[in-house]
């Protein structure tokens, strides 16, 4: 999650410690440095319909490599007869693209930073 930490604390801290104690609850908490105080809504898509343009997505590249990034196209691509999604990479992954296939533009990114996934890759997203 760009510009946002993750916390965590413990509510153990009143009990005495043990080490053999392990039911320990752990409360996690989001840092966000949006202007909006919303939490983010993670979720794991069961369907393409669940998913929107501006979805941030963690997705398994063909790489097998997990890369975390935004989506800007949803549907089929021309000769392909499953669902595509085309994400936006944070960071830019060797052999992929800038949004365009056999010759035709999807969306529009950096070079390095665009590839096209089907819907099973996705791992996880959020809005």
């Keep these: 999650m760009s510009g946002s930490l993750l916390s965590w604390s ?15 609850s752990i409360t996690y908490k989001i840092i966000t440095t949006r202007s909006n105080t919303k939490p983010y809504r993670v979720f ?22 997990i890369n975390t990034g935004t989506i800007q196209y949803l549907g089929y691509l021309s000769g392909m ?26 969306f529009k990114c950096k070079p390095g930073h665009g590839v096209f996934v089907n819907f099973n890759k996705l791992l996880m997203a959020w809005e």
């Design 81 to 106: 007869q499953d669902f595509c999604v085309g994400v936006e990479l944070e960071t830019p992954e060797y052999g992929q693209h800038d949004g365009v296939y056999e010759g035709h533009c999807y």
């Design 10 to 24: 413990s509510s153990n801290s009143s009990r005495p410690s043990s080490s053999t104690s392990r039911n320990s």
């Design 44 to 65: 794991v898509p069961h369907s393409h319909l669940d998913l929107q343009i501006g979805h941030r997505v963690r997705l398994l590249l063909p790489s097998g490599r």
